[in-house]
């Protein structure tokens, strides 16, 4: 049995029913992270010795009667942004690179008492403004399906080591698309919540008003685990909006027989490769093979929104970051301050004018999921470029492209697996619903992996 090929699910079968225990299955993931983590670079901080003291304290606790459900003694690992008692949360950060936080932020407490073992923290783009995950202070991650392509970012970390092997489930967080994007280059599966749905207490911000935390895995399944125990109403986040949080699991394996399904169909979104274009359409043929109805729209003011996105994330980010802007600029990395100075230029009319739009935004898609039940659209407009390619700041502003709208929007949106380009590099497509909407995606994006294999595809790599 290969230990660090199982799914979420899998797993914890496995553990529930005494097959393995927690310890060997962590240390299959620390065996397999020493032999390959040298190439990828997946890893900011490695917490060996502590993931195995956690494994070993949940074997101890089955063996006495206690089962803390299905995370019990799942080895995952975490963006480097979440904060960990007691462990470096650097932000891929200069300025955070020695910061050992004194409490853990809520979604680590909730992972924590769901049983799972944390492996340690994953690599991102310097403070998750870029999608590349080129880090200067911390060193490029590498595309486990091809070294020489990025993973996509800033949770690239995650994406490279679910890919790999290297952990069983990840938490990531999307700004513009930083689930998402890496999700899609790295041919797994990404959920970006509803703006709200979890809590950011405790993430180092990008953006106070467009931050995302959401669950990465290498099957839907496994995602619908993770957000099952990351989401819920935070009293003390002042974004959490208390709304009941439905049973993902139970709902996951229904038909989606019915359902009108929009395939968006515009000049703005059909601006991508060709063989992307081609396998998103396969997969919209898929979809109607399961009794969904296809319907191809446009949907204008997708440009705009993910231009407005852009102004106030690197707005928000340069009002976070502004005392370390005007003191040590020097400690940014080239691209992150080229975009922060850009951020700080904008004037509070056109931040003022983006809020409106923003409003007009949200107001055109509750009229548009009123009469559909998801939007399907490529979730990235190319396959993973190469690291040495064109700098950042324009990766950010190709690759974002249709990820950023539905940050504006705050809707829920998940990527999965849906092909593979001629090169061998993995394709995802994007599916958006309603606000609040997840258990609808996790189950629309379940009926979909369930018709294809893409998902079991895995990338070959040498120690």
């Known amino acids: 049995m290969e230990l660090t090929n199982l799914s979420l699910l899998e797993a914890s079968d496995l553990i529930a029913k005494r097959v393995i225990s927690c310890e060997d299955l962590t240390q299959a993931h620390l065996d397999r992270i020493s032999l390959l983590e040298p ?3 997946c890893f900011i901080t490695l917490t060996a010795e502590l993931a195995l003291d956690q494994a070993r304290g949940l074997d101890d606790e089955l063996q006495n009667g206690i089962y803390r459900g299905a995370l019990h003694g ?5 963006k480097d942004l979440f904060e960990t008692r007691a462990i470096l949360t650097s932000a891929g950060s200069w300025f955070f690179k020695d910061w050992i936080p004194e409490k853990d932020g809520v979604i680590v407490e ?3 008492a769901a049983g799972a073992v944390n492996l340690g923290k994953l690599n991102m783009h310097e ?7 080129k880090n200067p202070h911390f060193g490029s991650c590498h595309n486990p399906w091809d070294l020489q392509r990025t993973p996509g970012g800033s949770s690239g970390g995650c994406g490279s080591a679910l890919a790999a092997g290297l952990c069983i489930g990840s938490v ?3 700004t513009g698309g930083s689930i998402r994007i890496p999700a899609s280059l790295s041919g797994i599966v990404g959920l970006k919540p509803t703006f709200g749905r979890v809590s950011l207490r405790g993430a180092v911000p990008l953006s106070w008003n467009l931050d995302h935390p959401g669950p990465m895995a290498r099957r839907v399944a496994d995602v619908a685990i993770l957000l099952q125990i990351i989401a819920g109403y935070d009293p003390e986040d002042p974004v959490s909006v208390d709304m009941d949080v ?6 996951l394996h229904g038909n989606v027989r019915g359902w009108q399904i929009a395939l968006v169909d515009d000049p703005f979104f059909n601006k991508a490769e060709q063989e992307i274009i081609r396998a998103v359409r396969t997969a919209a043929e898929v979809f109607a093979s399961l009794g969904a109805q296809i319907t191809p729209v446009e949907f204008p003011g997708a440009y705009e ?3 407005d996105n852009g102004l106030m994330v690197t707005s928000d980010a340069a009002a976070f ?4 802007l005007a003191k040590q600029p020097e400690h940014f990395g080239e691209d992150v301050h080229k975009r922060l100075a850009a951020g700080a230029a904008y004037t509070s009319s056109e931040y003022s004018q983006a809020r409106r739009n923003q409003s007009l935004l949200r107001r055109r898609f509750e009229h548009f999921f009123g009469k559909y039940d998801l939007l399907l659209t490529p979730t990235t407009p190319l396959t993973a470029p190469l690291l040495e390619g064109p700098d950042a700041v324009e990766q950010a502003a190709t690759l974002t492209r249709f990820t950023a709208p539905f940050n504006f929007s705050g809707l829920p949106a998940i990527s999965l697996p849906c092909g593979f380009n001629s090169q061998g590099m993995p394709i995802g497509m994007q599916l958006i619903t309603r606000s609040w909407g997840e258990a609808a995606l996790l189950r629309a994006a379940q009926a979909y992996e369930s018709a294809t294999d893409w998902h079991l595809r895995r990338p070959e790599l040498k120690d």
């Open 39 to 41: 190439q990828l670079n």
């Open 74 to 78: 799942i080895p995952i690992a975490l």
């Open 110 to 112: 909730l992972l924590n």
């Open 127 to 133: 403070i998750a403004l870029g999608v590349t995950n």
């Open 172 to 174: 990531g967080s999307d």
């Open 246 to 251: 439905p049973n993902y699991q139970a709902q």
């Open 305 to 307: 929104a993910a231009r």
């Open 321 to 324: 970051h502004q005392e370390r």
